[in-house]
């Protein structure tokens, strides 16, 4: 017997909370909203919330929820004061001084602190690549007094303030120094932040259900939200997580008023909810995720320079764009740039086109002989399936062979940690991350250190670091260029093959949806 959807989705949820996704408090909310729960169809909700541990792109979300940083990025890429109330960089860009802004509280109340802030920065630098580079020119950080800190260097180095607002992986957000102080914070750790809601424990249920409500102690600041920065209004009482079956029982759930929002909708069901006047489509996202292809340089065929060159004129990204969005041209954008086009970086330096012929012709002075190249094809996530199997169809254009290696993301996460099975993968990267050269960890050509793929080119990593240690805007953007440049002609870290947009899917109800380039929920008001 056929489950029905309002049946699929209270087993979603589970007892207790199939009931609380219904419910709605007295209390009304401010400008228009009328408080309530907002209930929302995610693509996953995080098994561990160490927001500082591993890159995880749901604890990443759940975090924006919970805690607050010090910087956070507009909708132009410029980094403005979140926590922090003012600051200032002495002349010789050794020494930052941070001022916090007032009535910044825990979720119980207390105070936070310039302690909080100094062990908080100091844990997320031993795990982030980033931060590695500024522990490894870092003079002294201390706190100064309960409102405030300073952090010296013992070299110049431009990019504090920027990397201070980075907005995802790894983000440094700021917890209480009793946590922070903790290297790893355990599976069992149930984040208490400073943020705009709290994490409801009591309504956990992990892979399938998450609460937050609103917190009482947060203070906004006063100026509109602006993508990740500005003020983080709340009107909503809740906000729930859940984690449907299939998309299609996401379609039938907001459809019939069972959820409120969709993190991610398929491109096949955009038209059915265009259809539907109680549901639009919204973009959170306008720079979109960059597809990328990545070549193992350790071993098999593109451990040879020729065939990473013959990979850059293989790959044809409006093959791929169309292919992974159903041909909808609004939902993605060709793009030559390693930093990604929309984002401060973008650049078309360097860049080849499509050339199928000179392709086949550096394919022949690879001595490439037909042995068959391993493609991995991850089978459970759309897009992933989608683009492996136009990589085959570009590769058998070109004259190979082509031996697909089928899996769950799982799997093959786990599979290509081995060298010498593969020789292809392709994948994505969010713009928060694919946005600089230093927050990208494919664009890292450290070797055996590298991501599984491991490109190996001490230069690309020589102008990573002299892009750190800059302070001028404009010689940073001339190294970036310099970097893509090398990439394009020499390393090949991966192929990009453009960005695109997963749209998302609201009720008519809701209004205000923060565009943030990750899920927030600040600034969203449910009318009845």
Known sequence: MEISRRDGLKAALGGAAALALGTRTARAAE???????????????????????????????????????????????????????????????????????????????????GKDCVASIRRWMRHDGIGQLIQANLADLKADGDDGFTLSLKEPMGIIVETLGKG?????????????????????????????????????QP??????????????RDEAADFLAGGKKVYLDRVEWVVLPNPSSAI???????????QW??????????????VRIVNVDPIGKQGYLRPNHAAGAFSNPKMLQALL?????????????????????????????????????????????????LMKEAGYDGK???????????????????????????????????????????RRIDKSIWDLQWGYIESFDGGSPLSNPYFRANGAKAMPGWPDDPELERLRTAFAMEVDAKKRMGLAIKMQQR???????????????????????????????????????KTA
């Open 265 to 278: 909708v398929d491109y096949d069901s955009v038209g059915t909810l265009k259809a539907d006047k109680n």
């Open 372 to 414: 068959p190249i391993r493609n991995f094809q991850i089978t459970n996530i759309p897009a992933h399936n989608i683009a492996g199997l136009v990589t085959a169809q570009l590769l058998k254009k070109a004259g190979a062979t082509v031996q697909s290696m089928p899996g769950d993301i799982a799997t093959i996460l786990q």
């Open 31 to 113: 400008a228009g909203g009328s408080g309530g729960a907002l209930r929302c169809s995610m693509g996953g909700t995080p098994v561990f919330f160490d927001p500082h541990m591993l890159a995880s792109y749901p604890t990443r979300d759940a975090s924006y929820m919970v805690f607050d940083t010090l910087f956070s990025m507009d909708s132009k890429g410029n980094v403005r004061p979140q926590m922090v109330e003012k600051y200032e960089t002495s002349s010789d860009s050794r020494t930052y001084r941070f001022k916090l802004r007032p009535k910044l509280a825990w979720h119980d109340g207390t105070p936070v602190t």
């Open 207 to 220: 892979n399938n259900h998450i609460v937050f409500d609103r917190n009482p102690h947060y203070v906004p």
């Open 487 to 525: 990439a394009y002609s020499v390393s090949v870290p991966y192929v990009p093959t453009g960005q695109y947009r997963l749209p998302s899917a609201v009720r008519t109800n809701v209004k205000d949806v923060i565009i943030s380039g990750a899920p927030v929920f600040w600034s969203i008001k």
């Open 168 to 204: 995802s992986s790894v983000v440094p957000f700021i917890l209480r120094a009793s946590d922070a102080e903790k290297d790893d914070l355990g599976a069992a750790y149930r984040p208490i932040g400073s943020g705009p809601f709290t994490f409801n424990a009591a309504m956990y």
């Open 252 to 262: 039938a759930a907001i459809q019939a008023g069972e959820i409120d929002y969709i």
């Open 313 to 361: 004129y293989l790959v044809d990204q409006e093959a791929f764009l169309r292919a992974i969005t159903g041909n909808k041209p609004e939902f993605y954008s060709v793009c030559p740039a390693y930093f990604m086009c929309g984002l401060p970086y973008a650049s078309d330096a360097g860049a080849p086109k499509p050339d199928l012929a000179k392709a086949k012709a």
